[in-house]
């Protein structure tokens, strides 16, 4: 070694040798590969439906359900661009669907949600069954399952989709197919998956219809409103969630689908919540009510309030803080089934 050659140069053209073999040194990123806690390029993002909903209906001017196939305002995260993602493994987008319109079969094994944000009437239909939306519905196309919209009533629909889609990039495991005809055959009433898997009873001999995914795919608004309502008079609140329940697969107790989970909350009136962060980042979709949500990175603070139909992106590891008035109800997803799935969820309550 010759000691009279600064060390930085040695270095410098080290790496310049290295460079055209496709080698880069470690330790200048060590730091930002092993961060000591995350490091979201995300940040938090509030989306008013008042503002929104303007550019879904001149949308439905501008493209029809059957050209666009699916006629869909993505959700981007301001700091990922370009990327259709709200974190870096979701996505979400608001669809509109006008009445007479469909939006053809196809299946990918990407999963997806719906969660419905506005008006009655249109349908989806997954594996044969339709199942038609109502405000406060989440809906889940499973993985490689035949799907297509539909709207024989008289309003435009809107709702949220909750897509895998950033996860499946990052794995490369993504596939795609559309259907032979526009809108598949229906081959099982309405309500016939409900009736089997939707009452806390299945059938005795059966196989998952739709492997690690939920058999029920439609989960009305009704019955998550009804249970958190009776849980509001039953108490206790919990500090930092008020009273949250999440969205269970009844063959095995465990999530609706094998990538993402799903919640629905309600905050009573006069709600001050505590703060928390967890590992996974959670895309919120206000379904009733009014209420705000304090969100602290290290970038600093966002303070948003919220009424219906409003959608906020709480990125990983950011504190978040829910309060509110008059009380609210939130539906919420994230990717906390994949952490658990790689035991790296982790969650902090703070007091
Ligand atoms: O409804 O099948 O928002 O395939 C993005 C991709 C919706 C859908 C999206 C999709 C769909």
């Excluded at 092993?34 to 993002?45: F, G, L, M």
């Excluded at 987008?93 to 008006?119: K, N, W, Y």
Aim: some cysteine; aromatic content about 10%.
């Amino acid at each position: 070694m010759n000691a009279a050659i600064p060390t930085a140069q040695v270095r410098e053209q080290l790496y310049r040798d290295m460079d055209r073999h496709h080698l880069t040194p470690l330790w200048e990123v060590l730091h930002a590969l092993v961060p000591p806690s995350p490091k979201t390029p995300c940040v938090p993002a509030l989306w008013k439906y008042e503002e929104v909903r303007p550019f879904l209906m001149r949308a439905g001017d501008a493209i029809t359900a059957e050209e666009a196939v699916r006629r869909v305002l993505i959700l981007e995260n301001p700091s990922l661009r370009g990327q259709s993602c709200i974190t870096q493994s979701l996505y979400a987008g608001l669809q509109l669907i006008l009445p007479g319109e469909v939006a053809p079969s196809h299946r990918h094994t990407q999963s997806a949600l719906r969660f419905i944000v506005e008006g009655r009437g249109a349908y989806t239909a997954v594996d044969g069954e339709r199942t038609t939306m109502q405000p406060g519905d989440f809906i889940i196309t499973p993985s490689w399952t035949w799907h297509d919209h539909g709207h024989e009533a008289d309003e435009p629909v809107v709702w949220l989709d909750g897509l895998d889609i950033p996860m499946l990039r990052f794995f490369d495991a993504g596939f795609a197919q559309n259907d032979t005809s526009k809108s598949q055959q229906v081959t099982r009433p309405e309500g016939a998956s409900f009736a089997r898997y939707g009452h806390n009873m299945v059938p005795v001999r059966h196989d998952p219809p739709f492997g690690k995914t939920s058999p029920i795919f439609s989960y009305p608004y009704e019955r998550s409103r009804e249970a958190l309502e009776q849980l509001e008079r039953h108490g206790p609140v919990d500090a930092w969630d008020g009273f949250k329940l999440r969205y269970v697969n009844p063959l095995t107790g465990g999530w609706t689908m094998p990538t993402i989970g799903t919640f629905m909350q309600r905050l009573p009136a006069g709600f001050e919540g505590q703060g928390w962060r967890q590992t996974d980042g959670a895309v919120y979709s206000v379904v009733e009510g009014e209420g705000e949500v304090l969100i602290t990175g290290e970038r600093g603070e966002s303070r948003y309030a919220f009424g219906p139909r409003d959608h906020f992106v709480v990125p990983s590891w950011h504190t978040a803080r829910l309060s509110s008035r008059a009380g609210c109800v939130l539906f919420s997803f994230s990717d906390r089934p994949v952490h658990e799935a790689l035991g790296i969820h982790r969650e902090e309550r703070l007091s």
